[in-house]
């Protein structure tokens, strides 16, 4: 399973970005797809995943952020609005499996994407 995120870029506050993730190799039914996003010397933390159809997000982006797929495309999108200073960080896709009270722990996705920057900028 390969996946490819895209969408990255410079974003004035309050603006908003799409982050793509393609899949290759596996449709990406068979997963639970995932978001996460490391800033530097830090942990790579969660921000959204869905899981069975449905979404889940941290409290932090909850309301600003929407995460869906397009099966036929094989790809999972997720679209940032109202987008803050603290939003600044790499954003990495990632796909796995496991019970729901490890949606947000990185140790249940054993397939990751490359990672793409997202600057917003005050």
């Known amino acids: 399973v390969q996946l490819q995120a895209s969408g990255g870029g410079l974003v004035q506050a309050g603006g908003s970005l799409r982050l793509s993730c393609a899949v290759s190799g596996r449709s990406i039914r068979s997963y639970r797809m995932g978001w996460f996003r490391q800033a530097p010397g830090k942990e790579r933390d969660f921000v959204s995943a869905?899981?069975?159809?449905?979404?889940y997000y941290a409290d932090s982006v909850k309301g600003r952020f929407v995460i869906s797929r397009d099966s036929a495309l094989n790809t999972v999108y997720l679209q940032m609005n109202s987008l803050e200073v603290e939003d600044t960080v790499v954003y990495y896709c990632?796909?796995?499996?496991?019970?729901?009270?490890?949606?947000?722990?990185?140790?249940?996705?054993?397939?990751w994407g490359q990672g793409t920057q997202v600057t917003v900028s005050s």
């Open positions: 869905l899981s069975g159809g449905s979404p």
């Open positions: 990632t796909a796995g499996q496991g019970v729901i009270s490890s949606i947000r722990t990185t140790v249940t996705y054993p397939y």
